[in-house]
């Protein structure tokens, strides 16, 4: 069974600098999708970014950037120039085809103003 | 374009009774999944649904169901209700396949079991 790891369950960074956010996964697939989420106090989860792992370069949204390393199956999450409406929590999140997304246990990002 | 509507928001029940969760995904969206989310166990698996067939299920016992209909929208039912089932209840919908990871998320039901 596939199983995505954070092991980070709190990070802080303070406002305007560069913080990443760690995930590790477990898979004997070769094709697969994963995605980081955002979940606000509000609760509502948005997709922040995603990346196809047949796709060799590092997915981008802004100040949202990923570092995709497939042969050590990691997929970590980079939030540039952090802006206090980026306090939540981030689920990291793999699937592969038509299946399920299964979640990480999240990541709490505090920002410091 | 309205988004995900879960209804009710929250909800208190008894051990034993059972609950009925709907969730009404953005227009043109044929696939529904539901997500329990607890403290300790995170974010879980329940069903997807897609053109009201139940596509992928998980771990969850049978007390746990779910149907989609015509016009995509969904519910979901807990039998029996037990104090670990108290959780926010997360519906999701996408345009056609979890695979494209675009899933819309509402903002839940939160349902907690005295």
């Known amino acids: 069974a596939q199983t995505v790891t954070q092991s980070q369950p709190e990070m802080s960074v303070q406002e305007a600098e560069t913080v990443t956010l760690s995930c590790t996964y477990d898979?004997?697939?070769?094709?697969?999708?994963l995605f980081w989420y955002k979940q606000p106090p509000s609760r509502q989860m948005i997709l922040v970014i995603r990346?196809?792992?047949?796709?060799?370069q590092n997915a981008t949204e802004n100040r949202f950037s990923v570092n995709f390393q497939k042969a050590a199956k990691s997929f970590s999450l980079k939030i540039s120039d952090s802006q206090l409406g980026d306090a939540a929590m981030y689920f990291c999140a793999y699937n592969r085809g038509n299946e399920k997304l299964t979640f990480g246990t999240g990541t709490r990002l505090t920002i410091i103003p | 374009k309205a988004g995900v509507t879960q209804t009710p928001r929250y909800l208190i029940k008894t051990r034993g009774q059972q609950v009925t969760l709907s969730c009404s995904p953005i227009s043109g969206h044929r696939s529904v999944s539901w997500y329990q989310q607890t403290p300790g166990q995170g974010l879980q698996f329940l069903f997807e649904y897609f053109s009201e067939t139940q596509r992928n299920k998980g771990n969850f016992p049978g007390r746990f169901s779910g149907r989609q209909f015509s016009n995509s929208r969904s519910e979901m039912n807990v039998s029996t209700l037990e104090l670990g089932d108290s959780a926010l209840y997360l519906c999701?919908?996408?345009?056609?396949?979890?695979?494209?990871?675009?899933?819309?998320f509402g903002e839940g039901s939160r349902l907690t079991v005295l």
């Open positions: 898979t004997s697939e070769s094709d697969y999708y």
């Open positions: 990346q196809e792992a047949y796709k060799q």
């Open positions: 999701a919908s996408s345009l056609e396949s979890v695979s494209t990871g675009e899933l819309f």
